[in-house]
């Protein structure tokens, strides 16, 4: 009844249409593949210019958080350099307003006779002099206070406090205060 023969499938369609036919979908084809390349190519593209500027901004971030550290560094001598300043600046403050007191000794010791010599000497930071001196005879103490006198520029208010003789030896003892220049 039925016999098995194998059917060969026809093709009704011209071989010329076919072709053109053919054609047709195999552009549309093409165009979408190149299209999908290129695609992926341009993303490929990107994410290598993506990794590289990446790279170059962490290198960036390198430079810029070795030079900061540099620069901290350099900040805080710096700032230690400040505080010393500050510090040399003070004091020379302090000293031009109270010198030294070997300044006030040298400025008394430069005026005092030979032959008078320093039993005692109380000097403030503001120049205020006490001193007692010990001089053979009473000329060599009024020498003594002639000179302070004289130089005004030097010292001022030398007052006498009192002049006394020694009861066993020839000697006089002079007490006296004063101002002496900065």
């Known amino acids: ?3 098995s023969k194998k059917t060969k499938d026809i093709n009704l369609i011209p071989e010329s249409e076919a072709a053109v036919n053919l054609g047709q979908t195999i552009f549309p084809l093409i165009i979408f ?8 190519a ?3 593209f990107l994410f290598f210019l993506n990794t590289q500027e990446i790279a170059k901004a962490n290198e960036q971030k390198d430079k810029i958080a070795t030079q900061n550290a540099q620069w901290q ?5 710096t700032a230690q350099i400040n505080q010393i300043k500050a510090k040399i600046a003070a004091y020379q403050g302090f000293a031009n307003s109270y010198p030294p ?3 006030y000794i040298d400025k008394i010791s ?5 032959n008078v010599s320093l039993l005692s000497l109380d000097i403030t930071n503001t120049g205020s002099v006490n001193l007692q001196a010990k001089a053979p005879t009473a000329a060599s103490a009024d020498q003594f206070v002639a000179v302070l006198n004289s130089e005004s520029k030097v010292f001022s208010n030398v007052k006498i406090l009192g002049v006394t003789r020694a009861t066993t030896k020839d000697e006089y003892t002079i007490s006296l205060t004063m101002m002496v220049a900065k």
């Open 110 to 114: 430069s005026y005092l006779p030979v």
């Open 42 to 44: 341009a993303g490929v």
């Open 33 to 40: 593949g190149l299209i999908i390349v290129v695609t992926i």
């Open 101 to 103: 007191m070997e300044n």
């Open 1 to 3: 009844m039925f016999s």
């Open 73 to 77: 560094k350099i900040a805080s001598v």
